[in-house]
Each structure stands twice: as C-alpha cells, then as structure tokens.
C-alpha cells in the first residue's frame, strides 16, 4: 500500500467522510501575515517561502498521484499524531462523493463564473447543473445580499470566506451558507464554494429565535414574576417568620396546655376513656382504671361492652349516643356498669365525638361518674321527702314556714282553719292575727329572732269560715353553718275548742269557787250559828240544873220519893244536855281553829294522852302498848285532842274487859303510814263502820257505856283536817281499831 | 260598914243562882243588883251607892259587860273597884278582853254550883278582906 504523508503545520484540521471541505494550508496565508521588520520578514519568507514551495510540490504530487488513483491513502501528521484516510478511487470516488453531497459544492472562476456544480446545488438552484455552468453565480445572490457578497468574494479569492447569502433563483429566495476558498489550479484561481441550503435552518433559527424572543419574553416575564414572586416571597418569608414565631410560641402554649389537660384528665375522679370509632378503647385515666378495676393495659384494645353490666346497653346505646352526627351537649344518661371483680354501679356517662379538624370523625370521648351514692341519696331525699309530706298532710296542723325576719309567710297545708295561699304571704299579720294581738305577736316573734330561739304563742286567728279563733303556734328557726337563720319552720294547731273548753272550765272553777265560798261562808255561819246557839242553850240548862238542885236541897223535907225522883231526872237530863252542848261547841271549836302542821313526836303525845287518861282511874289495871319513834307531820293540839277521844273510848269500852289491852301503833300498807289504835274491849257490830264517825252516832246505849256519841265525829273531822281518812275494824266483845292516815308529808297547811 | 257586892246582870235567873251562891258562903256584906249597865254606872258613880266588889256580866243589852269596866277604869274615882267578870261564856278571847279591859277576875257561870259556889268565894276572900287592886 503506498501511502503519503501530510505535514500539519499551523491548523489542525480532522477530516471526517462527511465533511465537504478539504482543508489545505492555503499559500498566501504566511505572506499575508507578514508585517515586521523588512529583513527577518524577508528572512522568514523566504524560509516560508521555500517550505511552501516544498509542500506545494508535495500535495501536487499528491493531488497528482491522488487524482490518477495511484495513491490508496492520505496519513495526516498533527500533533496528534497521524492521521491515515484510505483513498478509493481517487477522482471517481471523489466526484460520486461531490455529487451525493447534500450540499451544493461548486467550482467557481475568479470572477464567480460556475465552472462545476453539484446536482445538490442544482436542486436548490432549481434547475439542471449543466444549465447552470457558465452561469455567473453573483448574479444568484438576493440584492439585498449583493453588497455582502461582494465583501464575501474579495476574500474568499484571496483566502477563505464564510458567510451567509441569500440567494435569489428566479424570486425563489433560498437562504445558504456558503463558504469558499480558492485555490491555485494550473495557474488559474479556482473558487471552491460549498453552498448550504439552510432555509430549514433559518426557518429553525427563525422559529429558534421567535421561540428564544418568546422565551426571552417569557423569561421576562418570568424574571419580572420571579422578581415579583420574590418580593412576594420576601414579604412571605418575614411574614412566615413571624408565623415561624408564632407557631413555637403556639406550640409552646400547646405543649403547656396538653400537659395542663393531662394533668387535669389524669387527677379527675371521673373516668375519661377515649376510644376509636368502633369503640375500642385507645386512652384511659387513672381514675378509669380505679371505677372500673381494670389496670389500662388490660382496657386498651377491649371495646367499651366489657364496662356494661348489661350487654344490651352496649347495642342500644351505639344507636343513640355514638354517632357522629349527633349535636353536641347531648344529655348524660345514666347506665348499670360493673367492675373487673364483678361488683356493679350506676354510672352517669357524657358521650361526645371527636373530629379531625377537617371533620372527618377520629372517635369518641366517654366519661363516667359513679352516682351510685348519689342515686342511694336522691332515694333517700325522696322518701324523706315523701314522709314530710305524709307528714303535712296527716297532720292535723297547719305547717307553714316563715321567712326569716317574719315578713313572708309560706304555706303548707291550709286545712280547714285558715285559708290557702300558695304564694307567700307578706300580709300575714293582717290577715290572720287580730288586731288587738298584732302587736304582741309581732312582739313574741320579734324576740324569738333576736335571740334565735323558738316561737312560741297562743294567738286569736280569724279562721276560714270567717269567725276568730285560737292557735297554738310553735316556730323554730333553721340556721346555716353560720349561725344566721334561713328560715322559720312551724305548725299552728286549732285549739279553738280546747281554748273554749278552757274558758268554760275556768268559768267552772271560778263558780265552783264562788259555790265554795258561799258554802264556806254558809258553813261558817252555820258553825257560828251552832255555837253562839250552843252557847245560848247553855244558860237556860244551867237555870234549870241549878234551880232544881236548890229545890233538892231546899226541900228536900217536903219532898216524897217521887218529888226527888222527878227532880233527880231533871237534874240528870239537864246534864245530859250540858254534855251535848259542850260536845257539840267541842266539835264546832275544831271545825274552826286554825290547823298548823309540824314535825311531831306522835309517840309522845299518845304517851301523854293516855297519862291523863290513867289519872282519872289509876286504879284500873290495862296494858298499854305505845309504838316508839312515830313522828308525823300534825297539828299537836287537835292531834292531842283526837288521840284522847280515841283513848278515851279504848278506855271506855275495855272498862269491862279483864286483862284489858290497849295499842297505839302504825304499819305501812300500800307506801302509806296507818296508824291505829286498838283495844281488846267491846267491839261494835261491823255493820254499822260507816255510822260510827257520823256526830251522836252511838253504837251502844247510856247504860252500856256513857257517852254522847261524838268523840269519832271529833276524831274524823281532826283526821280529815289532816287530809287523811279515818276507818274501824272490830267485832262484837273481840275489841275494835280505829285505824288512821294523815296525808300530805310536808307541806300544805291550811 | 258593910261591903257591898254590887251584881251587874241582865238576867234575873242568873242573878237568882249568883244570890244564893254568895248568901251559901256566909260572908257579911250587902248585895246590890242592876240590871242593865246603865243601871250599873249609876249605882257605882252615886257615893252613896259605891260598891266594895262588883260581879259584871258581859253579854248585856244596850252597854254591854266591857263597855261598863272600861268605863269604870277611866274614871279615876272609881278604877280602885275590883271588878269579876262573872259570864256564861268561857272562851279564851272573851278572858283575855276582860283582863285587858281592867278586870280582876273571870268567873264561868259553871253549871256545877258547888264549882261555881267555891270559885265566887276565892274572889270574895280576895277581895272583900281589904286588898287593894294594883291599879
């Protein structure tokens, strides 16, 4: 293979197939450049001169040897190195290749006459290239492009020019670049042109630049929106900076605020549960886990059923309550819940969705408050409640409550006695109270609030049928933890009747008083009576007892047995009577002494009596038992007076007995002292108890024993002076006992 | 002189019975009776009637038995007289009036007239032997 090489010298050119152009190292190209000093210019020149020569020689050569196909190959050598191009058939590879360019390639004359043209250049001529050889190729060029032309060509002849052209074929205006070099062939200047059609590459670079001035505009556009978006964005920056702020404060304050309700949530004593939208629990609080026994691992996850003592509630109250359309505010219900141990409560619940800020449901919040102390209170309160008003109205009073400084009255019950009102009264006093008693009402309850006690009073009170009555009324305040009164609770009964019953009672006792003194009076006229009469009687007797006595004496001679028999009667009747007299002002004298009680030895007035008795008759021998250490509350004259009766009639009717026996003691019987006197003598005949103490009332006659009957009569009207009561026992010849009480210990004397 | 028992007395049994107890003891004197107290005062104030002793009774009609002594004692020619209230009645408050009116003795007209014989005959003794009342 023959190859030649090319020295590269100031241009390296690659060369690839498709390349149009072949570049040598035109000669003028260093003579050009030549501008320094005439000697080395002249010099190197020459030396240029001759190396060019030399090249020169060798690419004829070679242009030679390539056109008559003697060369296969073209080596380059560059800096880079060689370059090899095989050469195929020279020239008529060559002009295939010229003529399938795209491009138009021609060969122009110095004066731009075509010599050669391509078919590709005929095409965007227009026409055949042999119709364009000859033709002078400036005159193609647009008019407008005729002055840019001429430029073009002064250069392209001498060197190489580029440029781009309009060319113009019959008005058919065709854009190009055309870039041509000349070149020395057998000593003719030959223009090389290559001619681009680049009417698409306008149209592009027209589009191109439309789109770029478009897109420069919009750029602008874009820049100007950029630069507003950027103020924009600046202006959002600072404003995001301040939000930025805002927000960590926020976020602070949140921070604060969540652990705030945590801790509120976490200390509530009612169960707060928060569970999904199917009711599975997700959150508890402490006081969840207390209600309901469960630890909050073992509520998470389970649904809210496991807390319902009846599982029906769990499907019944999911209609109700959780959904989340529900208003808000619902009311709280209250259901049967039971605890891990089984235990159950009542509980009341609060059921409220939860939404996403967005609306979207998240689940439920629950809380429950056990209220089984609550419920067993309200129950409690109720049957309270319910007995008060058993009460009020069983009662037969009127209750009624007061306000606390008595200006408004409430009532209960009005029943028949007052009239009704159910709105208080604040004309109560008016109304009900007399007007005569207003004020002393008014009074009464004045100082029950001063000084915080009860009320009080019996009033008149004008009833409902129109007519006054009388009420018992009691009030008693109700006060606060402070002491103040809240509020006066009372009941006034109708005691109308009582009162009136009272009235007539007193009426009673007031005219049984007066009866009393009247009798009393009459009495003591008649006591009066009785005595000045008994004394009266005794003046007379004493006329006839002592005159008959002196006709005794007197005339005693002339008188036969039945004269002094006559007269002995008289005298004898005469006596009896002045016994009665003294008995009768005997007993009429204790009726009116004055009795005065006092702690007495009773013993040692019986002891004394009976000694005065004895000293009328010394010589009779009867046994005398006087109880020791009897004390009693007695008026020691008539006692004395009552005892001497007493011992006197035991000494009188044991006048016959022998061995007689005489006892003076006491026993108690039924908590109450009996004394007694007793003797073993001639008794009486029981049938005739109640008899004996009546005044004359003698059991026996003159001949068995003397005596005018009055000594009991005496001794009962002591007795009963005494309060006590007087009574015997006895039966015929087996002795009699006068027994006796004395009432009233200490105390009443009259 | 003889005394004179001056016998103040409305009623003429009474005075019968009180005669013949004084004439029973057999003392000297003169026995002088009035009826009324008027009649009394009058015999007691006439010098020539003055009596030694007087028995008075208290319960007369017109000026009664009390009355008489009072004013014997006031007047003081004649306050030197004992005067014996000699009466039916025997209670204490009339004994006790008596006393307290001048009188020098009380005297219960007894029924038992050997009682009263020998009472009336302790006043004569005191009196009619010369004592002079302790004025």
């Known amino acids: 293979m ?170 058919r205006k065709i854009p190009t670049y055309i870039s041509a070099s000349a070149r020395m062939q057998e000593a003719e200047c030959w223009v090389f042109v290559v001619v681009t059609d680049i009417t698409e590459r306008k149209r592009t670079e027209a589009e191109l630049s439309n789109y770029r001035r478009h897109l420069e505009r919009m750029v602008d556009q874009k820049t100007e929106q950029v630069q507003a978006m950027n103020e924009e964005l600046q202006t959002v920056n600072e404003e995001l900076q301040t939000a930025n702020e805002e927000l960590l404060a926020t976020n602070e304050e949140l921070a604060a605020k969540t652990a705030e309700l945590g801790t509120l949530i976490n200390s509530m004593s009612d169960a707060v549960i928060y569970s999904d939208t199917k009711r599975r629990i997700l959150l508890v609080n402490p006081a969840a886990s207390t209600m309901f026994g469960y630890s909050q691992d073992e509520l998470v996850g389970k649904t809210t059923g496991i807390l319902h003592a009846n599982q029906d509630d769990f499907e019944r109250i999911e209609g109700e309550r959780y959904k989340f359309h529900v208003k808000k505010n619902q009311p709280a219900f209250a259901l049967q819940y039971h605890r891990k141990d089984g235990t159950m409560f009542v509980g009341e619940t609060h059921v409220a969705p939860v939404m996403s800020p967005k609306g979207a449901a998240i689940g439920f919040i629950s809380i429950h408050r056990d209220i089984t102390e609550r419920k067993l209170a309200e129950e409690a309160l109720r049957q309270s409640e319910e007995r008060f008003r058993a009460l009020t109205t069983a009662s037969a009073d009127v209750i009624y409550r007061m306000s606390p400084d008595w200006s408004e009255m409430y009532q209960f019950r009005g029943r028949d006695f007052i009239a009704d009102t159910g709105k208080p009264n604040r004309n109560w006093l008016q109304e009900y109270i007399h007007p005569d008693d207003q004020s002393h009402v008014q009074a009464v309850f ?304 009259e | 002189m003889l005394p004179t028992i001056l016998i103040i007395d409305d ?31 009058a015999l007691i104030r006439d010098e020539k009637t003055r009596p030694t002793l007087i028995l008075l009774d208290l319960k007369m009609p017109g000026i009664d038995g009390l009355q008489v002594l009072r004013k014997i004692r006031e007047d003081s020619s004649l306050s030197s007289i004992p005067v014996v209230i000699v009466t039916n009645s025997d209670l204490e408050s009339d004994k006790q009036a008596s006393f307290k009116a001048g009188a020098d003795g009380f005297l219960h007209k007894a029924i038992d007239l050997n009682q009263f014989r020998e009472d009336l005959e302790c006043h004569l003794e005191r009196w009619l032997d010369g004592n002079t009342r302790h004025l």
């Open chain 1, 2 to 171: 023959k190859k030649t090489k090319l020295k590269e010298a100031n241009h390296t050119t690659a060369h690839s197939r498709k390349s149009t152009k072949k570049r040598g190292k035109p000669a003028k190209t260093s003579a050009s450049r030549a501008s320094r000093s005439k000697n080395d210019a002249k010099a190197s020149l020459l030396l240029e001169v001759a190396d060019l020569r030399l090249r020169l020689s060798e690419a004829e050569e070679t242009l030679t040897a390539i056109r008559k196909g003697e060369v296969d190959a073209v080596v380059v050598s560059g800096p880079q190195g060689d370059q090899v191009y095989a050469l195929r058939g020279a020239e008529q590879p060559y002009r295939i290749l010229v003529e399938s360019m795209n491009e138009g390639a021609l060969s122009l004359t110095e004066t731009g006459s075509i010599i050669n043209c391509n078919r590709a250049f005929a095409n965007i001529a227009g026409s055949r290239s042999g119709m364009l050889v000859g033709k002078s190729f400036k005159n193609m060029v647009s008019n407008k492009d005729r002055r840019k032309f001429e430029t073009f060509w002064e250069q392209a002849v001498e060197v190489e020019a580029k440029t781009e052209i309009e060319l113009d074929f019959n008005g």
């Open chain 1, 446 to 749: 004045n100082e029950a609030i001063r000084t915080k006690s009860f009320f009080e009073l019996e009033h008149r009170v004008l009833r409902v049928d129109g007519t006054l009555g009388w009420t018992f009324s009691r009030a008693i305040p109700r006060m606060d933890a402070n002491g103040e009164i809240v509020e006066w609770f009372g009941a006034a009964s109708d005691v109308t009747e009582r009162k009136r019953a009272e009235a007539d009672l007193q009426k009673l006792s007031e005219d049984m008083a007066a009866r009393n003194l009247e009798l009393e009076a009459a009495n003591k006229e008649l006591e009066t009576f009785s005595h000045s009469v008994s004394h009266d009687l005794r003046a007379p007797l004493r006329h006839i007892s002592g005159f008959a006595k002196m006709v005794y004496d007197q005339y005693a001679d002339s008188l036969d047995a039945r004269g002094k028999d006559y007269l002995d009667r008289i005298k004898k009747s005469s006596d009896q009577m002045s016994q009665l007299i003294a008995d009768l002002l005997r007993l009429s004298h204790i009726s009116r002494q004055d009795i005065m009680r006092r702690d007495s030895d009773l013993s040692r007035l019986a002891s004394a009596a009976m000694r005065s008795i004895r000293e009328t008759a010394p010589a009779r021998n009867v046994e005398v038992i006087i109880a020791e250490g009897l004390r009693a509350f007695i008026d020691p004259n008539l006692m004395m007076i009552a005892l001497t009766n007493l011992f006197n009639n035991a000494w009188k009717f044991t006048s016959k007995t022998e061995n007689a026996h005489i006892e003076f003691g006491a026993i108690e019987k039924d908590a109450e002292t009996v004394y007694f006197v007793r003797d073993n003598g001639a008794g009486f005949n029981p049938a005739y108890t109640e008899q004996m103490f009546l005044p004359f009332r003698r059991l026996h006659t003159e001949q068995q024993f003397e005596g005018t009957g009055v000594g009991l009569a005496i001794v009962d009207r002591i007795i009963r002076r005494h309060e006590g009561k007087v009574c015997a026992e006895g039966e015929v010849d087996k002795g009699a006992t006068i027994y006796f009480t004395l009432g009233q210990e200490q105390g009443l004397s």
């Open chain 2, 11 to 41: 009623n003429e049994n009474d005075v019968l019975i009180t005669k013949l107890a004084l004439v029973k003891i057999g003392r000297d004197f003169r026995m002088e009776v009035a009826v009324s107290g008027e009649a009394g005062l």
